[in-house]
Structure formats: C-alpha cells, structure tokens
C-alpha cells in the first residue's frame, strides 16, 4: 500500500502505539481487569443469591442495569448515525474521527445487552426468548433488532479497515508473528486496485444508508419498551424521537470525549484539531436544544393533563425531597450549560467543551435513572402496609459494583482496540491539504506562544 506525505507522517506517529504495549496501556489494563473482577464476584453472588442483593423488587423490577443498557446502547446507535452521515457527505473535516465513532458503536452494543442480561433470573432459559418469541413483544423485536444491527455495525466497521490493515501488513511493524499474520487476514488481499477501491466504498455506503435508518429503528423500538406500556411518565408518544435523540446527543458527548482523550494520550493535536472540538460542539449545541424542547413537552403534557398518575410521577421528580435535586441536575448540566458554554465564544475551547460533554454525559444518564426509577415507584394499585424498601428503590453495592464493571469493560475495549488499529484512519485521510495547513497551524500558535 502506497501512501502520501500526510498519509505516511499521520501513520508514523501513530505507529509505535501498535507497535508496543507501553507501561501505561498495562496499567490501564489491570485497573479495568480489576473493577472487572469486582464485577465477576457481585455477578457470582447474585446467581449465587438471587436477586435479592440488589434493590429491585417486586414494585421497581428495575433498576440500574436497565438504566446502562439504554445508556450505552443509545451511546451505539449514536455513533452508527454519526459516522454513517460523515461518510455518506464526504465530510472532510469528519474523516479522522470517524474511526472513533466506529469504535464507538461496536463496543456500545457488546456491553449495552450484558445488562439485559443482568436483569435475567434464569440464565437457563434464556434460549427460549428464541425458540418461544412473542412476535407480539417488543422485547423480541428489540432482541432482533440489536442482533442485525450489531451484525451491521461489526460490518461497517470491517470495511473501513480493510485498507489499514494493508497498510500494517505492508509496513513491515515490529511486531509479533501471530499479529503480523492477523494484520495480513484481515487485509483479504487488498492492494490498492481501482476496483477494490470501487468495491470498498459501495460496500461501505451501502452499509452506511442501512444502518442510519436502522439505528433509528432500533432506538425507536427501545422506547416502545416504555411508551407502549400503560404506566405514568412512559405511555407517550413522543418517547419514540425522544430516545433517538437522547441517543444522538449523548453519543455526541461521549465522543467529544474520546476525542479529547486520545488526543492528550496519543499527541494528535494535529489530526483532532480545534475545528473537531468546535463543530461538534455546534452539534452538541443544536442537539440540547432539541432534547431540551422534547424534555419540556415530556413534563409540561403530564403535569397539564392533571392525570393523578403522572401528577404523582411529576410530583416525585420536582419535589427536593426525592428527585428534585436529580431533575435540576439533568437539565441544568444536562441541557442548559451545554449551550450556554458553546455559544459563548471565549469559552468555546476544547478543554472546556470536553469538560461540559463529560458533564452532560453523566447528567443524561442521570435522567434514564429519572425515566426508569420514579415511575416504577408510582404504581397504578395503591400499596398499603408495605415495607419501605419494597416500594422505594436503592442500589445495592452489587449493582454499583456491575454498572461499574460496565464502564471499565467500555474503556478496556476502547485500550485494546487502539494498540491493533490506529485511532486516526491512515488510508482515510485523502483530504491532505486541509489536515495539513491545520498542522501548520498549530506548530505556528506553538511557536508565538511566549516562553
């Protein structure tokens, strides 16, 4: 594979991280192996137990493991819509961070389902939700669904590396034997013809005009989870673009991010540059405000409709006795500060539009816990004479201790994938003038900058 003078600088720098498992890749491992296996014991003491260690009950049969899964599998379809829209417009600015937002999606949707599963009781006859599905569920729809679009994803992801990995194989690495023939499979006989080039980017647009209207779907299908059942707070037909929404602007966040992160740890100031960190904090922007309108519309239809059901529901979340304190944090840090920080020009920085992404990021998770939890404290029969933490929900420290295990599986992923591929797309940057004069840039803001 020949590459260009960009092309080959932007592969150079990258390539001692794939070359090396450094001492701070090995520490990073250990500590995420270690919050993992914290996570192994919680899981052995609730198959041990039952789910009687953790606080889901009778009343709220859900509880923080349904919470992730709708965080990081909306954080999945995120990064597939994303991706797929910067290669489907040829977005030039988009083609480093693409491989991020790829990255993004697949690991999403490995750890997102870990947590449905969680919530099973019985591993044992978890095989019947495909020999005995109920066509009328969304539950078996959901499962199909994440299935073909995890399948989708894996794909997609596939092809745009098809001609990195001709790139490593070609490049003669100091790496291991088993490593360099991996490299070298993967590749499938890539040479850099013009029409596998051909090939390659039908397959990959294909790909990409199947999986934006799929992880549409998808999230769509999640939300009828709630909307299509007859309790206060979910049975809403707005909950369908809600969801797809929230999904779009966390995954937003969370590659801002990634973004940032690499960018500190790798030194690739010159590849995701200012311009990255500004226009998705545009999008960022844009997208709060569509989450905030949908959010008010969530809590202005239920508390003018007067219903006694979702005026409880409404009740509970405004009260600064049980969830107020929560709704003020999502959607001030959740939807409030993100514009306000972005549409200021002297703090639209990336140091600060990460920190506000990382907020943001915590506070839509905070409001899944808000759609999940007090909702399922609200039941539609009145229960009298019941314990207190029958009604009330508290996670245990097994479920901490998972949710956990959950993030560090999500960052582990995202340490090894980096040290098999780089972050930065080599054979994708074909928009060499403009990475370049932006590299340019920024050696000339070091340069005046006083000693």
């Known amino acids: 594979m020949e590459l260009n003078t960009f092309q080959q600088t932007a592969f150079d720098h990258q390539r001692p991280t794939i070359e090396k498992f450094g001492k701070r890749a090995w520490f990073w491992t250990f500590f995420f192996l270690l919050w993992i296996a914290v996570g192994g014991y919680a899981l052995y003491l609730q198959i041990a137990k039952g789910h009687g260690v953790t606080g889901m009950r009778d009343n709220v ?36 961070i693409i491989r991020l937002a790829q990255m993004m999606t697949i690991i999403s949707v490995i750890v997102g389902p870990i947590f449905i599963l969680l919530c099973v009781g019985r591993f044992d006859r978890l095989h019947y939700l495909f020999i005995y599905p109920r066509i009328q569920s969304p539950m078996t729809w959901d499962v199909l669904a994440i299935l073909t679009y995890f399948v989708g994803s894996v794909l997609f992801l596939y092809m745009a590396l098809i001609k990195d990995f001709a790139v490593y194989r070609d490049a003669k690495l100091n790496i ?30 294909l790909l990409a005009i199947i999986l934006i209207p799929l992880s549409i779907m998808v999230s769509s299908i999640l939300s009828w989870i709630f909307g299509m059942t007859l309790r206060p707070g979910w049975h809403s037909t707005i909950f369908g673009p809600y969801f797809v929404l929230a999904a779009l602007y966390s995954g ?74 929560w709704t003020l944090f999502a959607n001030v840090v959740g ?27 915590i506070a839509l998770w905070v409001k899944r816990y808000l759609i999940i939890v007090p909702t399922l404290e609200s039941p539609l029969v009145p229960m009298q ?67």
């Open 385 to 451: 004479d019941t314990r207190q933490e029958y009604v009330k929900y508290s996670a245990t420290w097994p479920e901490w201790a998972l949710t956990f295990a959950g993030i560090a599986t999500f960052l582990l992923f995202f340490t090894l994938m980096s040290k098999f591929v780089t972050v930065v797309p080599v054979s994708g940057l074909e928009d060499t003038k403009t990475h370049h004069e932006h590299a340019k840039d920024h050696v000339k803001k070091e340069d005046i900058q006083p000693a």
């Open 335 to 361: 939807i409030i500060i993100p514009m306000l920080i972005v549409a200021i020009p002297k703090t639209r920085t990336p140091n600060v539009i990460s920190l506000v992404a990382f907020c943001m990021v």
């Open 61 to 96: 049969v859900w509880g923080l493991f349904i919470v992730n899964f709708i965080f990081f599998i909306g954080i999945s379809y995120a990064g597939a819509i994303i991706s797929g829209l910067l290669l489907l417009f040829k977005v030039s600015w988009g083609k480093p």
């Open 176 to 205: 291991p034997k088993w490593k360099q023939k991996l490299y070298s499979a993967l590749s499938l006989g890539y040479r850099g013809a013009a029409s596998q080039k051909r090939h390659l980017i039908r397959s990959q647009n």
């Open 252 to 325: 937003c966040g969370v590659l801002i991010v990634a973004m940032w992160v690499y960018r500190k740890m790798y030194k690739l100031e010159n590849y995701f540059t200012d311009r990255h960190f500004t226009y998705l904090g545009y999008t960022m922007m844009i997208l709060a405000a569509g989450y905030g309108y949908f959010t008010f519309s969530e809590y202005f239809t239920s508390w003018f409709s007067s219903e006694v059901w979702d005026n409880e529901v409404i009740n509970k979340l405004f009260n600064p006795a049980e969830y107020g304190w």
